[in-house]
């Protein structure tokens, strides 16, 4: 069964980091894209980053780049997503996925909640 | 950036009924498009990928359909677990975008 779990959310004041984690189990995590999505309170979906299988080529929204960080540890089955001068925008449900552009195998996590506040 | 936009918002309908969605892309996406349902409290769930293929385990009742800016998902008899908040997305172009959402609620 493919398990995807998130840590890392908390409270923390504007400008502030944190790191979030996804540990992955289930499947080969290596083979797949994974990408963060966020989902701030009574509002939609925002895709926010995405990382290749490999690790060395990552994408972000206009709303973050400069500020996160995706990487992965293949070899720990580990996503991570490093935020830094994070801003009140910032307030939302984390959930990190599974990514295939053409493919059906598509997968959450339950997410972590990020609160950015004072 | 593409922009894609739901219509409408809001979907009240009762069990029974068929639901028609739409999404709109500000250009053209090819059938790089995705429907997912999500429910309060849920992650969500992918529906339809490639724009009319439907995921595994998913009802025969969920179809999409449409090709380059145009897109639609409809549910052909709604069941009491189909209320829900619907979203579609697209996976032609970086940065990958998601809709605003349509919510099908009880009449």
């Known amino acids: 069964e493919v398990q995807l779990l998130e840590s890392g959310g908390g409270l923390v004041q504007p400008g502030g980091s944190l790191r979030l984690s996804c540990a992955a189990s289930?499947?080969?995590?290596?083979?797949?894209?994974m990408i963060w999505v966020r989902q701030a309170p009574v509002k939609g979906l925002e895709w926010v980053s995405c990382i290749l299988e490999g690790g060395h080529t990552t994408y972000y929204a206009d709303s973050v780049r400069g500020r996160f960080t995706v990487s992965r540890d293949n070899s720990k089955n580990l996503l991570y997503l490093e935020m830094n001068s994070l801003r009140a925008e910032d307030t939302a449900i984390y959930h990190c996925?599974?990514?295939?552009?053409?493919?059906?195998?598509?997968?959450w996590g339950q997410g972590t909640l990020v609160t950015v506040s004072s | 950036e593409i922009v894609l936009t739901q219509s409408p918002a809001t979907l009240s309908l009762s069990p029974g009924e068929r639901a028609t969605l739409s999404c709109r892309a500000s250009?053209?996406?090819?059938?790089?498009l995705a429907w997912y349902q999500q429910k309060p409290g849920q992650a969500p769930r992918l529906l339809i990928y490639?724009?009319?293929n439907r995921a595994t385990g998913i009802p025969a009742r969920f179809s999409g359909s449409g090709s380059g800016t145009e897109f639609t998902l409809t549910i052909s008899s709604l069941e009491p677990e189909d209320f829900a908040v619907y979203y579609c997305?697209?996976?032609?172009?970086?940065?990958?975008?998601f809709g605003g959402g349509t919510k099908v609620e009880i009449k």
């Open positions: 289930g499947f080969t995590f290596r083979n797949y894209a």
């Open positions: 997305q697209q996976r032609g172009h970086w940065p990958l975008t």
């Open positions: 996925a599974t990514y295939q552009q053409r493919l059906p195998f598509d997968n």
């Open positions: 250009q053209n996406v090819n059938d790089y």
């Open positions: 490639n724009a009319s």
